[in-house]
């Protein structure tokens, strides 16, 4: 019998573990258009396991024209990601909340040199560090018709390349699609990149004016002797003014 309340005693002295806040779900949806722009629209699933009155939930540096659950939404800058104010969704609130944010990624197709060769490259951020973990993160990114003959790849804060064997993918068709196999930590940041043929965004070229700043130069050379020139002129045409005046 005191076996037995001693059990008794200990069981209502045990407290049950305290869960973890997280994203249970960061799901990715994007399309690339032909002009290298890339829409995005994510769902996050917060699981908030404490009461908050001021949460913020990053997005990359670049991204424009957000919105939060359809409506226009605070937003702020730091050196690496836009902060987007998700107060009045979470505040006071525990258990799943849902987000859903749509946004702009401007230019998301650019010119990069590999062995020499210039050759357009695709660069979509999928997390910026949110400070909770990811329990499950899923993306799925829809590129213009044409060929795919490159594999993406992916690059994080805490295991740089290594963050692939985390990953799985799938190329098929015109579609990137991926997920992770474990939870991600919090603050991680992951961004996918890809080589991509140049038939697919025909309005994005790889031409860059590197010999600008060189012609700038050239042509501030070239007012620079001709003022040169100018005063010497000038100075020469005074003295003989002076050397044939009468006076």
Known sequence: IGLFLCILLMGFFVLPASAESAASRVDTYCTVSAEGDCQVNMTVTLRMEYVTTSMSFPLPANATGITLNGASVSTSKTSSATMVDI???????TGEIPLNFSFT??????????DKERKLQLSVELLSGFEFPVEQLSFVITMPPGNMPNAPKFTSIY?????????????????????????????????????VDQKMFPTVSTYIREGNPGGSNTCMICVGLALVYWLIFRAQAHRHIREHDPA
Request: charged residues 15%; glycine residues 8%; aromatic residues 0%.
């Open 87 to 93: 107060s009045r969704v979470v505040s006071g609130i």
């Open 105 to 114: 990624l401007p230019k998301s197709v650019g010119v990069v040199t590999v």
């Open 159 to 195: 295991r740089q390349e290594s963050i692939a064997s985390d990953l799985t993918v799938t190329v098929s068709s015109n579609q990137i699609i991926g997920a992770s196999k474990t939870i991600l930590n919090d603050h991680e940041g992951i961004t996918m990149t890809m080589l």
